[in-house]
């Protein structure tokens, strides 16, 4: 059988492949294996950073100059989600000992043999199928966003033209340059060189995001596992002590190590689950924003899909943690649901035990600041909300 862990950590490793990112290798600090495997996230990076740079000059510069709100907010959620996927991609990088320590972890609890071998099937085969669907509904999702976002400007050019038969150039994105960007010469490398930022920053969301999935999808199906093994412990007939202490070492050492498997998660993304918990709302709200305040149809639509992409990934993000938080608990009623009261006092107190401990969920949190839950998505639903309706009243004085 194979591994969730691995077969959907083959799919992620391919998104990273071209941006630098290696997850599943160990690199040494050595000037060999820094150039081999750093190289191309740091040409990457700087490549990226050139135009986060450029967004940000333009956004001090439009604002000291006047620039209307709608020119204001067009940049400003790009800006926003390029720091986003620095932050994501280098708390892979930073964290990358503990990142490995993780995938053994995962692998480990995966290959142990305990239970019933066709409900373990059973239940990694459910846990890959939604995993798959959810990976392929974001790629879908992301790849649009890229397109349309990549295209526009190319389909604003060709319908200037056809009205008044002149060529306007035009970027994908408002960016500073020490140069002109719009002057020919430059102009099809300053494009290329946005699609290919935005590509990166795609890809970087994207492939971190489905990471955490995977992860999460992984110590669930564990936890979903340890639930049918405590349910099953005591069996009809013919309790013996002996062979139960026995199987509850087991359980035990394995209910531990997916609780110490998703402390291992937390340290890895809470910084950087704090930056997409405090921009979410921005995001939301100012793509929200450009949907209804932009004319032009191409890039309201690009901006749609910037907005679906926005409140998928949040969302997603939310209901992973709500989930393992969900399936940690669910440990408990699992405990209840064995037959706890057909054994002596002293295996029932070793089952009250566990069933305690499970009463305190798992889960994980922003870096202490709030729980990674559904909660949280309609708090930062609601938030985008108020700054989407404040921004709607600043316009509206501009208009008249």
């Given at each position: 059988?194979?591994?969730?862990?691995?077969?959907?950590?083959?799919?992620?490793?391919?998104?990273?492949?071209?941006?630098?990112?290696?997850?599943?290798?160990?690199?040494?600090?050595?000037?060999?294996?820094?150039?081999?495997?750093?190289?191309?996230?740091?040409?990457?990076?700087?490549?990226?950073?050139?135009?986060?740079?450029?967004?940000?000059?333009?956004?001090?510069?439009?604002?000291?100059?006047?620039?209307?709100?709608?020119?204001?907010?067009?940049?400003?959620?790009?800006?926003?989600?390029?720091?986003?996927?620095?932050?994501?991609?280098?708390?892979?990088?930073?964290?990358?000992?503990?990142?490995?320590?993780?995938?053994?972890?995962?692998?480990?609890?995966?290959?142990?043999?305990?239970?019933?071998?066709?409900?373990?099937?059973?239940?990694?085969?459910?846990?890959?199928?939604?995993?798959?669907?959810?990976?392929?509904?974001?790629?879908?999702?992301?790849?649009?966003?890229?397109?349309?976002?990549?295209?526009?400007?190319?389909?604003?050019?060709?319908?200037?033209?056809?009205?008044?038969?002149?060529?306007?150039?035009?970027?994908?994105?408002?960016?500073?340059?020490?140069?002109?960007?719009?002057?020919?010469?430059?102009?099809?490398?300053?494009?290329?060189?946005?699609?290919?930022?935005?590509?990166?920053?795609?890809?970087?969301?994207?492939?971190?995001?489905?990471?955490?999935?995977?992860?999460?999808?992984?110590?669930?199906?564990?936890?979903?596992?340890?639930?049918?093994?405590?349910?099953?412990?005591?069996?009809?007939?013919?309790?013996?002590?002996?062979?139960?202490?026995?199987?509850?070492?087991?359980?035990?050492?394995?209910?531990?190590?997916?609780?110490?498997?998703?402390?291992?998660?937390?340290?890895?993304?809470?910084?950087?689950?704090?930056?997409?918990?405090?921009?979410?709302?921005?995001?939301?709200?100012?793509?929200?924003?450009?949907?209804?305040?932009?004319?032009?149809?191409?890039?309201?639509?690009?901006?749609?899909?910037?907005?679906?992409?926005?409140?998928?990934?949040?969302?997603?993000?939310?209901?992973?943690?709500?989930?393992?938080?969900?399936?940690?608990?669910?440990?408990?009623?699992?405990?209840?649901?064995?037959?706890?009261?057909?054994?002596?006092?002293?295996?029932?107190?070793?089952?009250?035990?566990?069933?305690?401990?499970?009463?305190?969920?798992?889960?994980?949190?922003?870096?202490?600041?709030?729980?990674?839950n559904l909660k949280s998505f309609t708090k930062i639903l609601s938030t985008a909300w108020s700054y989407f309706a404040l921004l709607k009243t600043m316009e509206s004085p501009t208009r008249a």
């Amino acid at each position: 059988m194979s591994l969730l862990f691995d077969e959907s950590l083959k799919s992620i490793q391919f998104l990273f492949k071209y941006v630098g990112i290696y997850l599943d290798r160990t690199i040494l600090n050595t000037a060999e294996h820094l150039i081999k495997f750093r190289s191309l996230y740091i040409i990457n990076f700087l490549w990226l950073n050139t135009d986060v740079i450029g967004e940000i000059l333009w956004l001090i510069q439009g604002a000291l100059h006047g620039k209307s709100l709608i020119e204001l907010t067009y940049i400003a959620p790009c800006t926003t989600i390029c720091m986003l996927a620095n932050i994501k991609s280098l708390s892979l990088l930073l964290n990358q000992d503990k990142v490995k320590q993780l995938f053994k972890q995962l692998r480990n609890m995966e290959n142990i043999n305990i239970g019933d071998e066709e409900v373990k099937k059973k239940m990694v085969a459910e846990g890959k199928k939604y995993l798959r669907a959810v990976i392929k509904a974001l790629s879908v999702i992301n790849a649009v966003t890229l397109i349309l976002f990549s295209v526009s400007p190319i389909l604003f050019m060709g319908l200037e033209y056809k009205k008044s038969g002149q060529v306007e150039l035009v970027l994908p994105f408002l960016i500073v340059y020490p140069f002109n960007s719009y002057d020919i010469k430059y102009w099809p490398f300053v494009y290329m060189h946005q699609v290919w930022s935005a590509y990166l920053v795609v890809t970087q969301v994207a492939g971190t995001d489905c990471l955490f999935y995977t992860c999460c999808t992984s110590i669930c199906t564990q936890f979903r596992l340890l639930q049918n093994d405590i349910e099953t412990i005591i069996p009809e007939r013919n309790f013996d002590e002996n062979v139960f202490r026995e199987k509850f070492k087991k359980l035990a050492v394995r209910h531990e190590g997916i609780m110490q498997s998703v402390i291992q998660l937390e340290s890895i993304y809470a910084k950087s689950t704090l930056f997409n918990f405090v921009t979410s709302s921005f995001l939301i709200c100012l793509t929200g924003f450009n949907v209804t305040a932009l004319g032009d149809i191409g890039f309201m639509l690009s901006f749609l899909s910037f907005l679906l992409m926005s409140l998928m990934q949040i969302y997603l993000l939310c209901f992973y943690g709500d989930m393992i938080m969900t399936s940690s608990m669910e440990v408990s009623n699992a405990v209840y649901n064995s037959k706890w009261y057909t054994v002596n006092a002293k295996a029932a107190k070793h089952l009250y035990v566990v069933q305690m401990r499970a009463r305190k969920p798992s889960k994980l949190t922003a870096f202490s600041y709030a729980d990674v839950n559904l909660k949280s998505f309609t708090k930062i639903l609601s938030t985008a909300w108020s700054y989407f309706a404040l921004l709607k009243t600043m316009e509206s004085p501009t208009r008249a």
